[in-house]
């Protein structure tokens, strides 16, 4: 099994940077993953990580530590239309999504 | 190509009722999930299909049926609804599996509530 751990919430300022960690413990190891989710909308995929280091996508950035069962992602030049709800999921035969956190971007 | 599309997107049953949460995929995707998400909470997997004729079951599947007849259509049955069973539920597919970069794409997701 898996056990996927990351903040509830977290909130932060329009043009600013958050962080948010996940810290995971399985049997099994594929990859990490991280899901954006809009209120009332479906997930929609943002990062693969597989290898430790730090994956660079625009603004967002992810980053792995398979040694310590860690990942971040990174947004940078925060835009309202982050507000959102960020999974972490990781997969071994199948893909296991954690609570999510739910960011609130403020003018 | 309209990617994952589920129906229907909302749907009040009474308890003991039966239903069925059709899905269909038209990216020639092998792999097909069904999730339910409750308030709050992550993903939980139900069932998924790594091709036509195969299914197996997820973290919760206990008050569900899947089948996989083609590779394009992975329904879900609800036998005997509960109010538990009250959640939004995302059917999604990938072309790849566990081995790879299996990126997973989302339905728009069918809210039901059981009373």
Known sequence: GQNIDQPTEMTATEGAIVQINCTYQTSGFNGLFWYQQHAGEAPTFLSYNVLDGLEEKGRFSSFLSRSK?????LLKELQMKD???????????KLSFGAGTTVTVRA | NAGVTQTPKFRILKIGQSMTLQCTQDMNHNYMYWYRQDPGMGLKLIYYSVGAGITDKGEVPNGYNVSRSTTEDFPLR????APSQTSVY???SSLQGASV??????????????L
């Open chain 1, 83 to 93: 507000s959102a709800s960020y999974l972490c999921a990781c997969q071994d035969y």
């Open chain 2, 90 to 92: 995302f059917c999604a």
């Open chain 2, 78 to 81: 609800l036998e005997l609804a």
């Open chain 1, 69 to 73: 069962g860690y990942s971040y992602l």
């Open chain 2, 101 to 114: 970069q299996g990126e997973l794409f989302f339905g728009e997701g069918s809210r039901l509530t059981v």
